[in-house]
């Protein structure tokens, strides 16, 4: 099985998944903190990330996930959308974007204020 490497400021996660998984199902397979304000359907860019390693082993992007990357911020040539993006058989790194770690803790708000109160969050530049 392929495994996905989640990196982000505040930690990173590792999930083995079977072929054919959605990078956004995989996030939270492992309880990475990839937000997805939509739901996953394609609707908005907060699952952006960025892959680091295995890019031309994923699925081929679709013109509805280019359209809404378009909205994202700091998109680069290595940008996905999770919600969108399935694994083959090769291992994947992904960094989560401050867009979607942001995102994951607006939706997230018991999170947010723990690493609030540890002096996590807001990330320091």
Same mark, same amino acid.
């Given at each position: 099985?392929?495994?996905?490497?989640?990196?982000?400021?505040?930690?990173?996660?590792?999930? !083995?998944?079977?072929?054919?998984?959605?990078?956004? !199902?995989?996030?939270?397979?492992?309880?990475?903190?990839?937000?997805?304000?939509?739901?996953?359907?394609?609707?908005?860019?907060?699952?952006?990330?960025?892959?680091?390693?295995?890019?031309?082993?994923?699925?081929?992007?679709? !013109?509805?996930?280019?359209?809404?990357?378009?909205?994202?911020?700091?998109?680069?040539?290595?940008?996905?959308?999770?919600?969108?993006?399935?694994?083959?058989?090769? !291992?994947?790194?992904?960094?989560?974007?401050?867009?979607?770690?942001?995102?994951?803790?607006?939706?997230?708000?018991?999170?947010?204020?723990?690493?609030?109160?540890?002096?996590?969050?807001?990330?320091?530049?």
């Amino acid at each position: 099985m392929p495994k996905v490497i989640f990196k982000s400021p505040l930690a990173e996660v590792s999930v !083995d998944v079977p072929p054919g998984t959605i990078l956004l !199902d995989a996030a939270e397979q492992g309880g990475a903190q990839v937000g997805h304000s939509c739901g996953g359907v394609c609707g908005c860019s907060t699952c952006h990330i960025w892959v680091r390693k295995g890019l031309d082993s994923l699925s081929e992007q679709s !013109d509805a996930e280019a359209d809404r990357l378009d909205m994202g911020f700091d998109v680069r040539p290595y940008s996905r959308l999770s919600c969108q993006t399935e694994v083959s058989q090769e !291992d994947v790194t992904v960094e989560i974007t401050e867009e979607s770690l942001t995102a994951f803790m607006d939706e997230n708000p018991v999170i947010r204020r723990a690493l609030e109160a540890e002096g996590k969050w807001p990330l320091k530049k």
